[in-house]
């Protein structure tokens, strides 16, 4: 049964503004080195941040008199890159904050209402997770951590406080959804069996539990969760496990009783869930994550657990309530099958349309099939598209939208993912030889494949693949309890098929020796010359297959949790054992989540030796001279020591993670500029594969390859960059003026060029005789004189040059670059040198409301359609000139009308 009501806004007692006289300045001092000004010029209140000499936000703060909030609201101006934590203080003291992620641009006010509920840390005071009475301090901080450009401001006006338990912002439904029946993606476990939603097991002595395992994302800000069953044995007790990032959440449920029961709790952060794992400090992050089931009890004969379902009362935004899940499209018979299924949340029928939109890597349209259908509250569908396999990329836009938007309550709902088709690469046959000098490597993690026959038969499919790509070094960890499950006795069988693998195609390993086992002293010094001991028996034993080792990962945050001050301790004493029994060997060290200068200078000053400075530089967006400048500085303060990234990416997940088509841009730029501005010997991605099939948890979707093996569009950029670039060395910047990057490498197969553009723009090039154009999807073409439309931050390759000359073709196309739906997009071409001669004319596959021409051609006009989902468009622009054709890629930012969260 689907239980549901609406949260209409309740009578505002009041809308206090928030005047700018009374903000407050801070350069959030306990990560020091940020700068910055709290400035009002009129009605506009700017925020000016400077992150040059480093620290992690900074902050405008307003108090005001205590009131119950139900939400602020105010307008802002902002680069679309910087990311905004917005903080509340209770009446106990208690600080609360929760990050809001936003399409934005500096030349348009976005509305934005942030809304009192949803906080996803908090500190101090009840120390709860969620307000408690009244809130006297608003804050709005600027993040600095993966911002580029490091330095500029924020602009805000109209910012009002908005009294009442409930507020208009806060609009939306109070839904309960069926989240699984268990009829599909659960892992059965403890010697049970789980078949069309039927769980059987039996509680024996010595193995008194059984349990399902998956992983399954809530919608919302979930509330409660009841679970539906009928059978098991009387007094078996049942408990939840939840996913929250890292960490984990637990309690009991109830108990069974042999006939049907429904046992209901709140979810966290209520009280009664205990916490462990990863952060370990309580805090929600959301999306929670149903991730185990266990039933526990007394040994007995063997039942059943039927009728299985797990029920999840949320709260969403009307805005929010209709959910898309896309599939990964299969090809069957040469013919590709595009799946999604909607789910609708709210608490009425909604009347919807669902449009699968699929166009080419050059933003050439090439089908779309339309959907319209009316879906009932709870109600889940599949819909399914098909169209022709291509051999080259397709990319899918599937879009949602409530077709009654006059009428949608709250907000009208809409939403939008990108899943892409990309043909199979052959995997390569065993025997491709290692190239230990290539700098080419990424995280193919070949130790996550179970050790039984299929498990192994994935591991060399993975490794198969990686070396199709180019992939010539994978990072490995060694985990101790695996090799060691007890003090002195060693199990090498799964290592030794691991590293066997890797050597059969030419994969050399980088080890990383980690973590703990259950019976080590762990974070004393006692426990660190058990791990050396242990470093020593690895390392002994494959001296002649692996000669770089890196000592833990990331011990600057929660992977470390003893005293920061042991690790170079257990880094020098590692060294010593290794050098000892390979002098040889390299020893990989630090191993900092970010670039975390201070603690790399931590174990600087401590004295601890090391051969390699390893880094994970993950940031939210991409500027490669700062990122180029990061890196450098690393190296300066390891003096000189040769710098590893051995971690960094971008999730593809729906609601909150890049597109799958923007992963592969940012891949080859993060290859090509680490590696072609000289400042890294090395250059590594997380990961390879997905590691699970939850569409909605980051963690899961950092893989190039999905968890089917089929590849996304980065897969097929890793394997242009590595092959093109194959042996890549001696790199070197190249100066191409401003708003252009290139970069010069020695090859295997000779010189090349990458360069890229930060806008879409028109160039002629001259290179060498010979040279070869290589675009990221793998086209390759003999390089002419004809005019080369470069889309932007998308790399192109020049094959046989050392050298290449770019010549602005003396027009462009002008169009917005952020557009609200509903509202008139105009594009022209402008410049110096515009053709005599075009036509224009708009590609797309959208139900445009309205397009046309101006009366002499040289302007194009369209109005997109009122129901376009917020977020990236993909359209093109076709320019007919005479003797040739060419489509010019847009991608729009659809803004909200508002951003609620």
């Not at 009129?42 to 400077?50: A, I, K, P």
């Not at 480093?54 to 008199?65: H, L, N």
């Amino acid at each position: 049964m689907l239980t549901t009501c609406f949260l209409l806004a309740g009578a505002l007692v009041a809308a206090v503004p928030l005047s700018n006289d009374g903000w407050t300045f801070s350069p959030g001092a306990e990560f020091p080195g940020a700068v910055g000004r709290v400035e009002a010029d009129g009605e506009v209140l700017r925020l000016h941040y400077d992150f040059t000499g480093g620290g992690a936000y900074v902050a405008a703060y307003r108090e005001f008199e205590a009131a119950e909030v139900g939400y602020f609201s105010f307008l802002i101006r902002k680069a679309s890159n910087v990311r905004l934590t917005f903080r509340v203080t209770d009446e106990t003291g208690q600080s609360l904050q929760k990050t809001l992620s936003f399409a934005s641009t500096p030349d348009e006010w976005q509305a934005v209402e942030v809304v009192n509920g949803g906080w996803n840390h908090g500190w101090g005071g009840a120390n709860n997770g969620r307000v408690n009475g009244t809130i006297h301090s608003f804050g709005i901080l600027v993040e600095g951590r993966e911002l580029g450009p490091v330095t500029g401001s924020i602009e805000l006006r109209e910012v009002v406080m908005h009294e009442g338990a409930v507020a208009a912002a806060g609009a939306g439904w109070q839904t309960d959804y069926v989240a699984t029946d268990f009829r599909a993606g659960w892992g059965a476990g403890g010697g049970s069996q789980l078949a069309e939603g039927r769980w059987t097991y039996q509680l024996r002595a010595g193995a008194t539990e059984a349990y399902l395992a998956n992983s399954i994302s809530l919608f919302g800000e979930a509330q409660s969760v009841t679970l539906r069953a009928r059978g098991g044995a009387p007094g078996q007790r049942v408990r939840l496990r939840l996913g929250s990032h890292f960490q984990s959440f637990e309690r009991e449920l109830g108990e069974l009783t042999g006939g049907p029961v429904e046992l209901t709790v709140p979810l966290p952060p209520a009280e009664g869930w205990s916490h462990s794992g990863g952060e370990n400090d309580g805090v929600l992050r959301r999306p929670l994550r149903l991730t185990t089931l266990i039933v526990s009890g007394e040994p007995g004969d063997e039942v059943t657990l039927d009728d299985l379902a797990l029920v999840i009362r949320t709260e969403v935004p009307a805005s929010d309530s209709l959910v898309l899940i896309p599939e990964s499209p299969r090809e069957v018979d040469g013919r590709l099958s595009w799946r999604t299924e909607l789910l609708n949340l709210a608490g009425e029928p909604q009347d919807v349309r669902a449009n699968l939109q699929l166009g080419r890597w050059s933003g050439e349209p090439y089908g779309q099939q339309a959907f319209t259908l009316r879906l009932h509250p709870g109600q889940r569908v599949r819909l399914e598209a098909n169209s022709e396999a291509t051999p080259t990329m397709l990319r899918g836009q599937w879009t949602l939208a409530a077709a009654d938007e006059a009428n949608a309550a709250g907000g009208a709902a809409r939403t939008r993912a990108e899943v892409n088709w990309v043909p199979p690469t052959p995997p390569a046959a065993p025997g491709t030889p290692a190239e230990p000098d290539s700098p080419w490597g990424m995280g193919v993690y070949l130790y996550r494949y179970p050790g039984n026959e299929a498990g192994l038969a994935e591991m060399d499919q993975a490794a198969a693949l990686a070396a199709a790509a180019g992939v010539r070094w994978t990072r490995e960890e060694f985990q101790w309890h695996r090799i060691e499950p007890r003090e002195g006795e060693y199990d090498w069988t799964f290592y030794d098929a691991m590293v066997d693998t890797a050597g059969r195609h030419g994969l050399s390993i980088y080890g990383l020796l980690c973590y703990w086992t259950p019976w080590s002293a762990s974070y004393t010094r006692e426990g660190v010359d058990e791990y050396t001991r242990w470093v020593r028996a690895v390392v002994t034993r494959y001296r002649d297959r692996i000669k770089h080792w890196e000592i833990w990962n990331e011990p600057n945050i929660f992977f470390w949790s003893g005293p920061k001050e042991l690790y170079p301790v257990m880094l020098a004493e590692s060294y010593a054992a290794i050098k000892e029994v390979d002098p040889e060997a390299r020893v990989l060290g630090i191993s900092t989540a970010g670039i975390d200068l201070a603690f790399i200078n931590q174990v600087m000053a401590s004295g601890a030796p090391f051969d390699d400075l390893t880094v994970h530089p993950y940031r939210g967006a991409l500027d490669e001279a700062a990122f180029v400048a990061e890196l450098r500085a690393a190296a300066e303060a390891v003096e000189g020591r040769p710098v590893w990234i051995t971690e960094m990416g971008w999730p593809t997940q729906y609601l909150g993670g890049v597109d799958e088509t923007e992963q592969a841009r940012l891949l080859a730029r993060c290859y090509l500029s680490a590696v072609g501005s000289g400042a890294v010997t090395s250059m590594s991605w997380y990961n390879y594969r997905n590691d699970g099939v939850d569409p909605f948890y980051n963690e899961t979707n950092f893989g190039v390859i999905r968890r089917d093996f089929s590849p996304k569009p980065a897969y097929q950029a890793l394997r242009t960059v590595c092959t093109t670039l194959a042996g890549a060395r001696d790199g070197a910047e190249l100066d191409l003026g401003p708003g252009w990057l290139a970069y010069r490498y020695q090859t295997t197969a000779g010189a090349a060029v990458a360069l890229w553009s930060q806008q879409t723009t028109l160039v002629r090039l001259a290179a060498a005789p010979g040279t070869e154009v290589v675009e990221l999807m793998g086209e390759r073409a003999p390089l002419t004189d004809r005019a080369y439309l470069l889309a932007a931050n998308t790399p192109l390759i020049l094959a046989g040059t050392d050298r290449v000359n770019v010549a602005a073709a003396g027009w462009s196309l002008e169009a917005p670059a952020a557009v609200r739906p509903g509202e008139r997009v105009t594009v022209r071409l402008v410049g110096a040198e515009v053709p005599p001669q075009y036509v224009l004319s708009v590609r797309t596959q959208l139900p445009l409301a309205d397009r046309g021409v101006d009366q002499d051609g040289r302007q194009l006009w369209f109005e997109l359609p009122a129901d376009t989902p917020a977020g990236r468009t993909p359209l093109s622009v076709e320019i007919q000139l005479p003797g040739e054709t060419l489509l010019w890629p847009l991608e729009l930012e659809v803004l909200p009308e508002v951003v609620r969260g």
